[in-house]
């Protein structure tokens, strides 16, 4: 599989305390990575050093090949970089087809275009994307009335349209039932393995982490202190001593 992101000593610090520490690891094409660790372990702030959200003291981000650190949220999304967020940021206002079409406009560098009513462009793609999450059904309907886990699929459908090459998932499952959990997870492995589309995601649920991530990687005070096959990690003292805990035993590997 060829790598799509590389991080190597990525560093970020508030003052004295030391929120991420030189951490290092890959992303594959097709692959889903699962990134855990306790709460304070400097997870998001790691996603936001990637996302450009914040800036790295220290390391080397690269997409593709190329150096992304220091680059704005907008230039690198544009690259090919989607984000979904642990709380989903749809538009309530607006009908499941509409989010994706805002989407694709920005895509196409068209939100601007004045001489075509918005909802008349990019229907067709939209309702490609909408039936490649299961909510093609849905289009018409506001998000305002969706379910949370319907929601969740929107959002991941507004991620594709930008195409991505790599695709950071903040918490997908945060709030959903555990059928839909299990759900969406395999979703998203599905479509990381037939469109190539690298996936690192965060995730406490551990079920949801050790059944679908290919490889686990383990942030703990800032610092990567275990990475691996589901099998691996969830075998490893130090993830048990830390996270897990020694007696802990949870659902089917995809080693």
């Not at 990637?50 to 220290?58: E, K, T």
């Not at 805002?102 to 462009?121: F, K, P």
């Not at 849905?138 to 699929?153: E, N, P």
Request: hydrophobic share 45%; glycine share 8%; proline share 3%.
């Amino acid at each position: 599989m060829s790598v799509v992101l590389q991080v190597r000593d990525l560093q970020k610090a508030y003052g004295g305390v030391k929120a991420v520490q030189g951490v290092s690891f890959d992303v594959h094409a097709g692959e889903l990575l699962a990134l855990i660790g306790p709460n304070g372990a400097g997870k998001t702030t790691c996603f936001n050093l990637l996302n450009g959200q914040l800036a790295a003291d220290h390391g080397e981000v690269r997409f593709d090949g190329q150096s992304i650190r220091g680059l704005p949220p907008r230039d690198i999304w544009r690259l090919g970089v989607g984000r979904t967020f642990q709380i989903t940021a749809t538009f309530a206002s607006m009908t499941v087809r509409e989010n994706v079409q805002m989407a694709l406009l920005s895509h196409h560098r068209r939100i601007t275009s004045w001489w075509s009513r918005a909802t008349q462009m990019y229907a067709t793609e939209a309702d490609a994307l909408l039936e490649r999450v299961g909510m093609r059904a849905q289009a018409s309907r506001h998000c305002a009335v969706l379910a949370y886990g319907d929601l969740k699929r929107v959002e991941l459908a507004v991620a594709l349209a930008n195409a991505p090459r790599l695709l950071l998932m903040d918490e997908p499952t945060a709030g959903m039932a555990p059928r839909e959990r299990q759900a969406l997870m395999q979703l998203t492995a599905d479509l990381a393995r037939d469109l190539g589309i690298a996936v690192l995601f965060t995730e406490h649920d551990m079920d949801v982490v050790f059944r679908h991530a290919n490889r686990v990687i383990v942030l703990a005070a800032g610092e990567l202190i275990a990475q691996g096959t589901p099998s691996e990690v969830r075998a490893n003292p130090n993830v048990q001593a830390v996270y897990l805990g020694s007696g802990a035993t949870y659902g089917a590997t995809r080693d």
